[in-house]
């Protein structure tokens, strides 16, 4: 992890920050982007052809997924999680949680910072670690350059290869059944009926996503475009 986004290590050498100690920060108040997963009509002044855009279309089918899973344990562990009258957090372990991430201590409201969180991890660290091929060509896209020059440097996307290279290693898929984890747990039979019933969500997700994408290439040359394909979509552990 230090490898990838340490002081002086491959993405700090990569981008153009000075200094990696605020990264974190620099999303700090970025609701725009998750607001519009969650809800089409919050897009605001997007332009159209981002908003429909794949990432967009088919990630608001995974995130859709992610809010109902999360809710959905929130509801079944709330006398354990919340507090009945003030609705704030009052298990030990997931209010230090929520603290060290600067997450609200509201029930309703952490549940949408962890199903935002849980999407960065899967849906969208797939998305930004399936773009290799940009940076193949300085000339195409870079993620720093020189002042006064056009392209970005060679280096660079040597750095930038290596460290897509990593971020796309192997992980277990998030449409994967993750049942064992529940096992002997309270609640157990509801935990797992859940969890498949988002296994279910994911699977029309994909279905949607394939027909969205024979659509789009019928209608460009483009092929292979793949799409946020819950079958694809790893959990990682780098993120």
Same mark, same amino acid.
């Given at each position: 992890?230090?490898?990838?986004?340490?002081?002086?290590? =491959?993405?700090?050498?990569?981008?153009s920050?000075?200094?990696?100690?605020n /990264?974190?920060?620099?999303t700090?108040?970025?609701?725009?982007?998750?607001a519009?997963l969650?809800?089409?009509?919050?897009?605001?002044?997007m332009?159209d052809?981002?908003?429909?855009a794949?990432?967009?279309?088919? *990630?608001?089918?995974?995130?859709?997924?992610?809010?109902t899973?999360?809710?959905? /344990? /929130?509801?079944?562990?709330?006398n354990?999680?919340?507090?009945?009258?003030?609705?704030a957090?009052?298990?030990?372990d997931l209010?230090r949680?929520?603290?060290? =991430?600067?997450?609200?201590?509201e029930?309703?409201?952490?549940?949408d910072?962890?199903?935002?969180?849980? /999407?960065?991890?899967?849906?969208?660290?797939?998305? #930004?670690?399936?773009?290799?091929?940009?940076f193949?060509?300085?000339?195409?896209?870079?993620?720093?350059?020189?002042?006064?020059?056009?392209?970005?440097?060679?280096?660079?996307h040597?750095?930038?290869?290596?460290?897509?290279?990593l971020?796309?290693?192997?992980?277990?898929?998030?449409?994967?059944?993750?049942a064992? #984890?529940?096992?002997?747990?309270?609640d157990?039979?509801?935990?797992?009926?859940i969890?498949?019933?988002?296994?279910?969500?994911?699977?029309?997700?994909?279905?949607?996503?394939?027909?969205?994408?024979?659509?789009?290439?019928?209608?460009?040359?483009?092929? *292979?475009?793949g799409?946020?394909?819950p079958?694809?979509?790893?959990?990682?552990?780098?993120?």
């Amino acid at each position: 992890m230090h490898a990838m986004l340490g002081n002086d290590q =491959m993405l700090h050498r990569a981008s153009s920050l000075t200094s990696v100690d605020n /990264f974190t920060e620099l999303t700090t108040g970025n609701r725009l982007s998750f607001a519009c997963l969650s809800n089409e009509y919050a897009c605001g002044d997007m332009p159209d052809l981002l908003k429909n855009a794949p990432y967009y279309t088919d *990630g608001r089918l995974i995130y859709d997924a992610l809010r109902t899973l999360v809710t959905d /344990f /929130f509801d079944l562990y709330s006398n354990d999680l919340c507090g009945r009258a003030s609705g704030a957090v009052t298990d030990r372990d997931l209010k230090r949680f929520a603290e060290k =991430m600067s997450y609200p201590l509201e029930c309703n409201q952490l549940a949408d910072s962890l199903t935002e969180a849980i /999407f960065t991890v899967t849906a969208w660290h797939h998305h #930004v670690s399936a773009m290799g091929d940009y940076f193949s060509d300085p000339d195409l896209a870079t993620m720093a350059w020189m002042e006064d020059e056009r392209f970005g440097q060679p280096e660079r996307h040597v750095i930038l290869s290596m460290a897509v290279a990593l971020a796309s290693a192997p992980h277990p898929k998030l449409d994967d059944d993750f049942a064992h #984890v529940f096992a002997g747990i309270k609640d157990q039979e509801r935990a797992e009926s859940i969890w498949q019933e988002f296994r279910r969500d994911l699977s029309r997700a994909e279905e949607e996503t394939r027909q969205d994408t024979i659509e789009i290439e019928g209608k460009t040359s483009i092929k *292979g475009l793949g799409g946020l394909l819950p079958s694809r979509v790893g959990i990682s552990a780098s993120a």
